[in-house]
Every structure is written in structure tokens, then in C-alpha cells.
């Protein structure tokens, strides 16, 4: 570690502020191997948030991905490593971040992954985010994929004292189809611990890596919610079932309602949602299996050393937060 920062490789983030965003941030000012800086719009540059990231040592650069390449050259200047973990609506505006990447000879770009592992033409966020890797590989930037479990943090049944709100509590009870798929989960606050070990790996250039840290079940997180929170016979009354064509169902309503209201956060939840629900729980796509088979490095085998922690271990500390559902507050 180096106590020059001037020393140290600058790695840009974009999305510092969010959730995924954020945990990065951590992770790479924790590791001390990196000079972290954020692109942060103007229009945030005063926001508490910004204020926050100056304080704990981030670098904050002024810039915004509609900017142009021009300009988003000069916001990259002196920047080794990018990585984007911006808003789901903003996949696609992407690429000019990328083309003043290239431009300026970044050693490697991360863009906005971060979700589970699938194929093409199941999720319609998944399948945006795919074709930005293609237009990654087809400009010759160097890069590095990153694709992690479901958060734990949305995994569990919420308590009833949560003051989420009622719709979004209710789905937290359910079980989508037989509910015995494997899943891979991954505690938010551990996505950055990784993220700051794989971008500083040469064996992770040119590849895809999984970050995951428990593999179980969605019948088996309910049985672990209810052992934890104290509630289990209250979670069990609530339990129902959502079949395959329900979510269907609700996925093509969601697109639906997009297509008449673009602007809806709402209606791009309930497709995006849904979407994931089938490809979680109805296909199993999110398994450690599925990810090596669509040729993942796996971040487990990489990094031995990092900690594990089981949804079991998580699941205790969750029940005993004054609100488990702070994520869930975030995004309804």
C-alpha cells in the first residue's frame, strides 16, 4: 500500500452514490490500493451524498454520461480503471462513457453488470447489458464483467414491524414456482470487497467473474427467515404461491405499461421484477453451475481468502435491524 496517493491508479466510478455504487467505493478505499474518484453530474455536485464521498477521500470529477465523448474524455483524464454501476434506465447510454474509455487507453472498463447470470432474451435488462459487452469487445476496450448473487439484503421475508410498504412487503412472502431452485446470494455491503480484488487481477482481463457467497434455495431462505426473525409461524400464514405463467403474466404488463409510459419507475419494476423472478426461480438460471457454464471465473475459487458469509450467519444480524427493509424504502 501506498501512502502517496499520487502513486496509486485512479479508478473512476460512475453510480457512486447508489447502492452497488456505493459498496465499491468502500471496497476499493478499504483495500488502499486505489485513488478513487466519481463522475457526479452537476446538478448533484452540492447534494449531501457528493458531500459524503469528498469527505471520505473520494475525488469528485464533474461530468455526466450525456456529456458527449469530448467531454467525458477530459472527465477520464489521468483514469486507469472505469467502472459504471449507473441506474437501470441508464444501460444504454453507456457508450459514449466507453468510446472516450477508448480514447483515453484505460487499462480496463467494468461496466454496469452487477446482476445475475443468464442467457439472452429472458430479461430485457439483461439482454441491454449483454449488448454492452458486445460493444465492448467490438471497440477493443480491455474489460472485465462482473455479475454477482441476489442481494441477501432482498432475499428474506421482511417482519411485519417493517415499514416498507404493503405491495412490496407482500411479495417477500412468496414463492415463485416450486420454490426448490438454487440461487447464489451476496451480501451488498461484500459486492466492493470483490470488485477491489478482481480489478486489480491480471487473471480476470478479457473475462467474466461470479461474486457470490451462499447458494440456496428460495423454500430454504423462507425457512431461514423464520428461524431468525422470530416469526415463523406469522411468515408461514403469509407464504403463497406465484405460478410460472403469473409471472408471465405480470412481466408482459410491466413491458406494457413501459411501452405507454417510458418514464414509469413503476412499470419498468414490474417487468424487471418479473423478469427475474422467472429467470431466478422458474429457469435456475442463478446458480454457480449455470454461471460456469456460460463461462464465469468463479470469485469464490479466485479468492479463498476473502470471508464467506452464509445467509443463515446474515440473517441473524438482519432481524435485529431497526429497519430490515431499508433497500426496499430505497427503490418503492
Known amino acids: 500500500m501506498s501512502s502517496d496517493r499520487s502513486a496509486l491508479p485512479i479508478v473512476l466510478v460512475v453510480g457512486a452514490t447508489g447502492a452497488t455504487g456505493g459498496s465499491i467505493v468502500k471496497g476499493l478505499l478499504a483495500s488502499g490500493h486505489f485513488h478513487v474518484a466519481a463522475l457526479v453530474r452537476p446538478a448533484s455536485q452540492s447534494k449531501s451524498a457528493t458531500q459524503a464521498l469528498r469527505t471520505s477521500g473520494v475525488d469528485i470529477r464533474i461530468g455526466d454520461l450525456t456529456d458527449g465523448v469530448a467531454k467525458l474524455t477530459d472527465a477520464l483524464a489521468g483514469v486507469e480503471i472505469v467502472i459504471s454501476a449507473v441506474v437501470a434506465w441508464s444501460i444504454l447510454a453507456q457508450k459514449d462513457l466507453i468510446r472516450a474509455?477508448?480514447?483515453?487507453?484505460?487499462?480496463?472498463?467494468?461496466?454496469?453488470?452487477?446482476?445475475?447470470?443468464?442467457?439472452?432474451g429472458v430479461r430485457e435488462l439483461t439482454d441491454e447489458k449483454l449488448a454492452i459487452r458486445d460493444f465492448i469487445k467490438e471497440?477493443?476496450?480491455?474489460?472485465?464483467?462482473?455479475?454477482?448473487?441476489?442481494?441477501?439484503?432482498?432475499?428474506?421475508?421482511?417482519?411485519?414491524?417493517?415499514?416498507?410498504?404493503?405491495?412490496?412487503?407482500?411479495?417477500t412472502y412468496a414463492v415463485y414456482g416450486s420454490g426448490e431452485h438454487k440461487m447464489l446470494v451476496t451480501d451488498l455491503k461484500d459486492i466492493g470487497v470483490f470488485v477491489a480484488r478482481i480489478i486489480a487481477d491480471p487473471r480476470t482481463l478479457g473475462h467474466a467473474v461470479i461474486v457470490w457467497e451462499d447458494e440456496v434455495t428460495q423454500l430454504e431462505a423462507h425457512e431461514i427467515g423464520e428461524r431468525a426473525s422470530g416469526e415463523a409461524e406469522v411468515f408461514k400464514a403469509k407464504r403463497f404461491n406465484v405460478p410460472a405463467e403469473a409471472i408471465l403474466k405480470y412481466a408482459a404488463e410491466g413491458k406494457a405499461e413501459v411501452e405507454k409510459d417510458p418514464a414509469s419507475f413503476a412499470a419498468h419494476a414490474k417487468q424487471s421484477q418479473s423478469e427475474y423472478m422467472y429467470s431466478l426461480h422458474i429457469l435456475g438460471e442463478n446458480t454457480l453451475e449455470n454461471a460456469?457454464?456460460?463461462?464465469?471465473?468463479?470469485?469464490?475459487?479466485?479468492?479463498?481468502?476473502?470471508?464467506?458469509?452464509?445467509?443463515?450467519?446474515?440473517?441473524?444480524?438482519?432481524?435485529?435491524?431497526?429497519?430490515?427493509?431499508?433497500?426496499?424504502?430505497v427503490i418503492s
Request: charged content about 30%; aromatic content about 12%; hydrophobic content about 35%.
Open 101 to 120: 474509455a477508448k480514447d483515453v487507453g484505460v487499462q480496463r472498463i467494468v461496466p454496469c453488470d452487477f446482476g445475475t447470470p443468464g442467457k439472452r
Open 139 to 171: 471497440l477493443g476496450v480491455p474489460h472485465t464483467f462482473i455479475d454477482v448473487g441476489w442481494w441477501m439484503q432482498i432475499t428474506l421475508p421482511l417482519p411485519t414491524r417493517s415499514k416498507v410498504r404493503d405491495d412490496w412487503k407482500m411479495m
Open 292 to 329: 460456469k457454464a456460460l463461462g464465469y471465473l468463479d470469485a469464490r475459487e479466485l479468492y479463498p481468502d476473502l470471508p464467506k458469509h452464509a445467509l443463515e450467519e446474515f440473517a441473524k444480524d438482519y432481524y435485529n435491524l431497526e429497519e430490515p427493509g431499508k433497500e426496499y424504502l
